[in-house]
Structures are given as structure tokens and as C-alpha cells.
DNA sequence: TTGTAAGCGTTATCAA
DNA sequence: TTGATAACGCTTACAA
């Protein structure tokens, strides 16, 4: 399956070998309409025979598109990131484009890594929680239309996210006012994302319509390790509390957990909630009440806009917000 | 950051402004050390004013190499291919190389784009699993270094897999010989994958050891959806057993959820083992007892030897097998 | 309907 | 140390 050059053959090899021109090989690919039925069977049979797959790369060339998005991700535990990339690339994939991954975690070079990446895609998905430094987000958006998933509201860029405070709000009222709490923490570190930091504000907003004061948040990483020392703290009774109100899942599986493991009534005693709805949460014992993402659909979305972008530059930055849906099984309280 | 021809700067309007050729600017950014430090510093000033990214394209075709590897999955539901990615980006990542990921489900087209993907990247990974005919394999095969996963032995192309029949084989004999179980169902479908089959095989060796006679596995895909039919299959009395084995995590779950709920007490009556360990098997109650593969340090691995084959064609195929570790917990009957 | 030829934006060879 | 210039493999006017 190489030609006689001895390389893989290329639009040249497969012309002459049809006895055509290499534009006719090209149209026969492209637009087969424009060939004769006869010609175009005759390439067809060379390109088979040949196994010819034109290169991507010169073709962007000459189209001027890369055909492919770069979507940025921190890594890709827990079925967040997955989803995301999910229904990205099928929303990519409608438009006939691919997507390049670049996962940051562990990487020490990301801003070189994004700048690069920007030269072999047509637009490019960040979500807010990777380290890539102001300037080369706008070395990259002068380039190319940028989407940016879940960040802090720099205005200048457009963004897609999925409701917090509301949501968080929501849930809170509801261990409030139907669960009787009065002394709910909130465990996660607002400063680590945005996401944080709103769904601690609803959890703020909830107390003071309640006419309650809203405590400090207990600071926790989004990961499970966290989980056992916030437990601790409440088992030592450092920690007042007949509720917590975790920043995701994961923590709230690894407190539950803990707290059962130690003889503590959940939900009696204290409530748990979470956020994302993981599979493990449903499985668990008692469920644990959540608030689900519609992250497929947020990915799909992103994807179609990015489209919409590369088609027309110049539209007007625009702030996109998914609802979200509050998910109630047992360890909040409810029966 | 325009150049004056009001499109988007290129190595020439870069040059241009700096006052040397195409050529000095392509040293700086490739070579600098060939260059004069004075002449560096002027090229780079102009590359960050104009916000100069080099076409990867045009990079691409002019060295004969995409930087990219194709990874080719089904979906991304679950842990599994998320840690495959992972591993695999992360392996591909420290040889400069990026990753486009392709999910055929709910792709009807998908020989199509598996072959037009060949022709932008430099290797390509093929999940057993994905629907795609050998003529496309073949073909994409004569042009780039092809690694599949999990697949049937087609001994031609080379592959990589985790160990399934030994631990398979491990996993039951303990339910036989320290559970004292005497009626076990495997529960998968082994013609829907390589894994399933192999999975089935190591319960049929512990039974022929054992000197039992192996029952005819229960189907099942491996969605969660088919727990509840199984686990009624089971209550109904029309499955006589006292352990299942099922062939992945979600089912087992499925099954056991539904089995608890309806009072029967496992692993007391019937022990429930799956296989993954995903998140979850380790908060249900009782625990759930499963294998957990070296998903990650697969993908790593499959990267690496891609980068390998890429270094130097024409090795052998090799086919890789990587250990498993059976993890027990409470679902089998261990305390 | 088909062919000619001019790009597309890099890299790399060879001279200067 | 730098510059001209020829690839690299495709698409696409424009001409025939």
C-alpha cells in the first residue's frame, strides 16, 4: 500500500495512478457531484486500492480550518469533566469538527501548552478551575473565540455555567425549613472556584431570609481525602452541627461515611448534602440528597455556541446558566 | 493583532516586523540557541506584540507529523475510559503529543471518522468495543501504528488488556471454597466483549477445579438497567443462586440494591461480587467486593509503547497483559 | 467535466 | 549567524 516513491501515497500518486488530474481526486473526496459517474468510479477504486487517507493537516491548510476544537480540562475524576467532554464532543462532532483534550493536572508548563494547542484548533473550551494565566487567555482569544466554563465573571469573555446560588439556596431553605436545622456548615473552600463561592452564597442568602446567621464555611477540597478530617472535627464535637451542606458528593460521601462508621445518626442526628449527583449517591445507604447538573446538556451547548461563534465572530459575549435540579433522598432528612 | 493584511499575523508578518527572514523567526521558536541573542530578543518582542501562534498545520505538514494520537472510544459512562484517558493523555503529553478523542456511540458513521481521523493523527488506539469494521482497522492499520484494548486476539494487531480469566478464576474459587457457595451466576453477556468472555471463563475454570458443574451465564449488558430484571429473575425464584458474579460494577449494584430492597440479605443468602471498583463499591453497604483494574497505569502504558512503535515501526506486534487485584469487602461474605 | 496553477504557513537545506 | 527557496499535500479559482 505504498506508492513507488516508497511512501504513503498522496493526492499525486492516487491521480496518476487513475490517470486524473489531482484536482479531480479532489473533487471526487469532496463534491462527487461535480465528477462523471465513470471517472469518479475509477478514483474511487484507486483510493480504495490504494488505501489513500488525505492528510488532515494539509487539507487545513489549505482550508484554513483545523476542523477540530480544544476543550481544557483540570483532569477527569468523577463524572463531572466526563460528561462535559461527552456532550462536547457530540455537539463538536454535529459540526464535523473533533476534539483535542489537554488535561492540566500535573503539568507545570499549562500556559505553553494552551498557546500551542491554539494553533491547531479552530476555538477553544477553558474551564475556570485550570491555572492558565489572564495574558495567555488573551494571547489565545485574540486568535481564536473562547468559552470559558464555570469561571469567575470576567465580563470580557463568554461563559457557560450551571445555576448555584439559587440552587444552593434551595437546599438550604429545605434543611431549614422542612428539616428544622439551625446550626448547617457549609464544608468547601469558596476561594478554590466559582462554583464554591456561589453555592456558599446561597447557603449565606438562605440564613438571612431565615433570620438565621450563616456560619463560617468549613474549608475542604473538592476531594474525598478531605472527607475523614471535617468528620473528624465533628465527631470531637469541634464542630456545632446538625447539618453540613458539602461543596460536592464526593466530600459529602466521605463525611457520611465517617459519621456512620462512628454511630451518628445521619440523617437524624445531622443532615448531609452534596452536589452532582453521582452514581455512588443513590447507591448509598441513606441516598444522599444532591443537586444534579444537566452537564451533557451544558456540553452539548457549549459545543453548538462554539459553532455559532466560528461562524460569526463578533457577537457580543454572552452569560449562558443551565438549571439545575434539586435531588432529595434520605440523608437530608426526607423519608 | 492584525498585521496590516487585517488577517491574523503569520511567521511573515512576524519577520516582516522584526526585520528578518521567515527563516531567523522559525529558529528563534524552534532553535534559539542558533540565534544571535540580540536578533532573539527582537523576533520574540515582536511575536508576543503581535500575539503570534504558528499554524500547527502548516507545522504539521511541513515535518510530516501531526503531534496527535487518536484515541477511540465507545463512551465515556463509568471510570474506566475516563482513567484510560487520563492515563493515556498524560502518556502522550510527555512526548509532546496531544490527544483526539473520538466516542462512537450514537454515531452511525463511525468507519467514516474513524478513517478520516487517520489521516490527523499519528497513531490511533481502537477500544475493542467500538463498532468498526476490519476493512477500516486494515486500512487505517497500512497508513499508522494501530494499538487496540480489550479486544478479541486478533493476533495481527498488537494489544493491550487487563487480566481477566486468573482473576476471574480467583474471584470465584473464593466464593466457593471460603463462602462455601454452591449455586453462582455469572451475570454478562460474553459475546459482548472480550472482558465478558474472559470474565466467564475464569468462573467456568474455578467450577471445573472445584469439581462443579458451571451454570450457563445470566445476559446482561453492562448498563444498570438490566440489575432490576436480573435481581427479579432472582426473587422470583426463577434463578436459583446463592452468589452472582456479575461482569461489572453497575450491575452488581443494580442487582444488590434491588435484592436488599426486597429484604433478602446478602451477602447472608446470596453473595453479589462485580468488577471495576468504581466509587461506589466502596460506599455501599454492604461493600461491594470486585477487581480493580490498573485502568490509568494501562493508558499510560498504551501511550508510551504508541510512542515506541511511532520511534520504530515494524516491531512485532506484542500483545500486553496487565495484573488485576481483587478487592474484598462485605458483598461476598467476608466480615 | 477536467486540468493548470496559485496559494495555505511552516520547516529545513544550502549558500552567503 | 542569517537569508532564499524548495518542499510538504491539499483546495480552489480560473481556464480549457
Chains 1, 2 share one sequence.
Not at 425549613?177 to 452564597?201: M, N
Not at 440523617?267 to 455512588?280: H, K, L, N, Q, Y
Request: glycine share 8%.
Amino acid at each position: 500500500m505504498v506508492d513507488r516513491t516508497g511512501r504513503r501515497p498522496t493526492i499525486y500518486s492516487v491521480a496518476e495512478r487513475a490517470g486524473v488530474s489531482i484536482a479531480t481526486v479532489s473533487r471526487v473526496l469532496r463534491r462527487p457531484g461535480e465528477v462523471r459517474a465513470s471517472t469518479r468510479d475509477r478514483v474511487l477504486a484507486v483510493v480504495e486500492e490504494m488505501g489513500y487517507v488525505p492528510d488532515g493537516a494539509a487539507r487545513s491548510l489549505a482550508v484554513k480550518s483545523h476542523e477540530a476544537h480544544g476543550l481544557v480540562l483540570p483532569e477527569l475524576r468523577g463524572p463531572y469533566y466526563a460528561d462535559l467532554l461527552t456532550g462536547y464532543e457530540q455537539g463538536a462532532a454535529e459540526g464535523g469538527a473533533s476534539v483535542v483534550v489537554l488535561l492540566t493536572h500535573g503539568k507545570d508548563d499549562v500556559d505553553l501548552l494552551v498557546r500551542r494547542l491554539a494553533g491547531r484548533v479552530d476555538g477553544m473550551v477553558l474551564m475556570g478551575a485550570v491555572p492558565v494565566s489572564s495574558r495567555t487567555v488573551d494571547a489565545v482569544r485574540a486568535k481564536l473565540p473562547v468559552l470559558v466554563l464555570a469561571d469567575r465573571h470576567q465580563d470580557a469573555v463568554e461563559s457557560f455555567s450551571t445555576e448555584n446560588v439559587g440552587s444552593a439556596e434551595q437546599l438550604t431553605r429545605h434543611l431549614i425549613e422542612e428539616h428544622g436545622r439551625r446550626a448547617l456548615r457549609f464544608v468547601g473552600t469558596p476561594d478554590i472556584a466559582d462554583d464554591v463561592q456561589e453555592r456558599y452564597a446561597g447557603f449565606v442568602a438562605a440564613h438571612e431570609a431565615a433570620g438565621l446567621a450563616p456560619a463560617d464555611p468549613v474549608p475542604a477540597t473538592f476531594r474525598e481525602d478531605d472527607g475523614p478530617r471535617v468528620a473528624a472535627l465533628l465527631l470531637d464535637g469541634e464542630l456545632e452541627a446538625d447539618g453540613v451542606v458539602c461543596a460536592n458528593d464526593e466530600l459529602a460521601l466521605s463525611v457520611m461515611q465517617r459519621l456512620l462508621a462512628a454511630g451518628v445518626d445521619v440523617p437524624e442526628r445531622i443532615s448531609v448534602t452534596g452536589w452532582d449527583d453521582v452514581m455512588a449517591a443513590r447507591y448509598v445507604t441513606p441516598g444522599l440528597t444532591t443537586v444534579a447538573q444537566p452537564v451533557r446538556e451544558l456540553g452539548r451547548e457549549v459545543a453548538v455556541r462554539m459553532r455559532g461563534l466560528l461562524e460569526d465572530r463578533h457577537s457580543a459575549p454572552e452569560r449562558h446558566v443551565l438549571p439545575t435540579r434539586l435531588v432529595l433522598r434520605q440523608s437530608c432528612g426526607c423519608p
